[in-house]
């Protein structure tokens, strides 16, 4: 268009190379009020604050909350080391109120379970191994760990299942003290509108029991960090036979095999999992692989 002139470029040349918005923004007042200002350069002043810099004001506030937004709907550093410090102690209302504060700031479930609870488990025992904190103070704040999964106060699950979903048993090492991962386990399956079935087994014989009396799909097996891989493959092909469901896969996951990717496979089981997460869609993948087979 003959004689127009383009308000970025007007914008552009009284600041080249301006990027802070918000600090450019005032210097264009000068020559809006300036009387040597011609009618034509103040319209032209006008019409590039209206269409360049404001926009580009409001597009740099808009990310500058989302980046705060994502940092408040994100677990910290700061959250692990308070949600520790509640746990261990005598109060536990302090954290389920710590926990509805997660939810508002529009923290998910899925962040918690993943990011949030195993940290503080690790550290928990860390500070045993250290004698900062007894055994018995572990096995209290990890078991407020497990009563906060199940409170009201928790954001609740987003359902996300699949057309055909299956029936899973969960369970640890038998003897295994601490269940938390495999709380935060089924919490993942019911998530995904698995049926299950949790255990904690005190022997090997109440576990094949257990699977010998009801057909499941799938076991998925805890392992702890002390953990014999060769002890999980004689269990492992002890639950295979006595399992009423002769095609039952199994699934196992704990901290040795993260250590040491690849070694799952000396246990006998049919895979494995890196998180909770992971684990569902491997046993989806598992269990399709089960209906279509003759």
């Known amino acids: 268009m003959s004689g127009y002139t383009d308000p970025e470029t007007v914008f552009d040349s009284i600041h080249p190379g301006e990027a802070e918005v918000p600090q450019s923004l005032p210097r264009y007042s000068k020559h809006l009020n300036d009387p040597g200002s011609s009618k034509a350069t103040r319209s032209l002043l006008e019409d590039a604050i209206r269409r360049v810099a404001l926009p580009r004001l409001l597009a740099a506030r808009m990310a500058e909350t989302r980046v705060a937004n994502a940092a408040l709907s994100s677990i910290c550093e700061h959250d ?16 389920e109120a710590s926990m509805m504060v997660l939810a508002l700031r529009g923290v998910s479930r899925e962040d918690i379970l993943l990011n949030l609870f195993p940290p503080v488990a690790a550290r928990l025992h860390e500070e045993w191994g250290k004698d900062s904190i007894t055994f018995a103070d572990v096995t209290l704040a990890i078991s407020r760990l497990q009563r906060l999964i199940g409170s009201s106060a928790m954001p609740q699950p987003a359902l996300h299942g699949v057309a ?16 938390l991962c495999a709380v935060i386990l089924e919490d993942f ?27 499941y799909d799938v076991l998925a097996i805890s392992i702890s960090r002390n953990a014999s891989l060769s002890s999980v493959a004689l269990l492992v092909r002890r639950l295979r036979r006595e399992s009423v469901n002769t095609r039952i896969a199994i699934l196992v996951g704990g901290q040795p095999l993260l250590a040491n990717p690849g070694t799952w496979k000396r246990t006998g089981a049919d895979a494995t999992a890196p998180d909770p997460a992971c684990a569902v869609a491997v046993a989806n993948t598992l269990l399709q692989t089960m209906l279509h087979e003759p």
């Open 80 to 95: 692990i080391r308070q949600m520790m410090a509640h746990v261990t102690s005598s109060d536990h209302h302090i954290a």
């Open 189 to 215: 399956f019911r998530s995904a509108l698995w049926e299950t079935a949790r255990c904690a087994p005190k022997s090997e014989t109440e576990l094949a029991e257990r699977i010998g009396r009801a057909r």
């Open 164 to 179: 055909q979903t299956g029936k899973i048993l969960i369970t640890q090492l038998p003897g295994d003290a601490h269940s």
